[in-house]
């Protein structure tokens, strides 16, 4: 039975998965804590008898077998750190695939300038379970069974262990308190230098054309200059705490020999019992230690848990679903209602609207009037959304999004091309058939054009960007809106960079796509476009104006500011 701190999130079963390997670790971890007591005995025996016995045979027979025992403490040791290393990579396999899923869906729900903080959680779970944290967390325990020994051989010894076992653990709190705040909004700190910095070297060209490196750089030089003080301060909080407990680390080792040394010569110890006394001690206050220096990345690792268990319960996998019926494109608009947080009116307020299977419709109206808004609804991708959007009659939220992803073709306003080939570009990353992938290219015009690059559809997107025009990105971003023939398609201003050969092409592939029963969404403010339609929906102010043929454009209730945007 899964116990109940963990039964209430997709992490946590994750974890209580993996159990039996942590049982095991627990194993091996008493076994190497176990044999820590073979160089104590060793000293004991060698001290009080072999010395004063003085015999050789004694000397080499203990001698080996206190060998043989560290070897079997070393096994012990390897095999549970070779078992942690397994489990990190369990873990890690068990949720990188709804990591990745729950990322792009928390991102596409709220949008995140952190967006990536998910697979950096994961990585500092994985890390911290190969780490020291981890041994002293199965060692201390084991702090537990050391002082009762220092108890056997004396109750001053075990006092005295108690006391800076207690002087420990008060230092670990104080070291949590005094550093993780700062450490904190220094990585805040430090998160928002390298995104401002990042967000410049994208736009290089324009930095540099208008001359704006010296105020960014101003900018961005008091953004680093607090992040300098902030991790000064970090850094010098932590440097205060550890040499506070390096302090008491070296002060412990000396007292108790202090204290053993009374005894001893109080004739209640021997020397023997004395040395040994002082690594016992030292065997019971290491994981103490170790808690201490790895403090801050446990504390990193609770909050990287819990980001994960928001996540991942927020947002699960989706569950395994057979491929359904192949769309036939009528798409309804009931009530939809989008807005957008911090904004005080609806971006669209309560469309209705029918779109027939196989029509094309021109989306048009003036800046501000809503028309993006109403491409990523109509895709289901707009988070805060009302109403509904209904694809042959059903939510398009009820669709498997892998299996409705095949079956639409999107073309963003900003067209973003992602690591790797052109063909796997047009392909969506999906398993690569070189027929529909020339295919549509073929129909938005660009075959010939990737043919004459240096190693044609096979050439790297980081390698062609420096040799494409605005206009040939976005080809290739229509290209991959237009594979695998999709049933329903959203071009949202597709022929903003595009030549007169460019629109004659988008022309011809908006047409192919209607005799092929395809329903297509034009965001357009070009009027060129108007003729390749079926009917115009006209929006202002996030409200249907008319949705009409283009012949009746101009009729009312189309107004004045409406008509002047069409013929733009």
Known sequence: MT?????????????????????????????????L????????????????????????????????????MALAEWLRTRLLVRVGVRLDQQLNGAVFEGSFASQLARPDPKAQQAFTDLNQLRQF????????????????????????????LGWTALAFTVVMALLAVWSHRATSSRHGASADALHADNAYLGAKLRNTETVVALGMADPLRQRWLALHERQLDLAAKAHEAGARTQAVVKFVQHAQQSLMLA????????????????????????NALRPMGILVGTWKQMVEARKAYHRLEALLDEYPPPPAVARGAPLLGAVTV???????PKRPRPILNGLDAEFRAGEVVAIVGPSGAGKSTLARCLLGIWPEMQGQVLYDGRPVQDFPREDLGRQIGYLPQDIELFEGTIAENISRFGALSSAPVIEAATRTGIHDMVLHLPRGYDTPMGEAGSLLSGGQRQRIGLARALYGRPRIVVLDEPNANLDDAGEAALVAAVQD????????????????????????????????????PVSALAAPPATAAVAAEARA
């Not at 204290?259 to 001893?264: D, I, K, Y």
């Not at 109080?266 to 016992?280: E, H, K």
């Not at 034009?522 to 003729?531: K, Y």
């Open 3 to 35: 116990p109940s701190f963990l039964s209430r999130s997709a992490l946590g079963q994750s974890l209580w998965a993996l159990r039996r390997e942590m049982a095991w670790v627990g194993v091996f971890s008493g076994l190497a804590n176990l044999l």
């Open 129 to 156: 379970l190969t780490g020291n944290g981890v041994f002293a967390f199965f060692d201390t325990p084991w702090t537990v069974f050391f002082i009762a020994v220092l108890f056997l051989m004396h109750p001053m």
């Open 513 to 548: 796509l209607r005799a092929g029963g395809a329903t297509v969404f034009m965001v357009t403010h070009q009027r060129n476009l108007l003729s390749v339609a079926d009917r115009v929906l006209v929006m202002k102010d996030g409200e249907i104006v008319q949705l009409a």
């Open 334 to 340: 009931r009530g939809l209602v989008a807005t957008a």
């Open 37 to 72: 007591l073979a160089p104590t005995l060793y000293m004991l025996q060698l001290f009080d008898r072999v010395l004063l016995s003085g015999s050789l045979l004694s000397l080499v027979a203990l001698t080996g077998f206190t060998v043989f025992l560290i070897g079997w």
């Open 259 to 282: 204290t053993a040394a009374l005894l001893v010569i109080d004739g209640q110890l021997g020397i023997g019992s004395m040395v040994a006394a002082n690594v016992l001690m030292s």
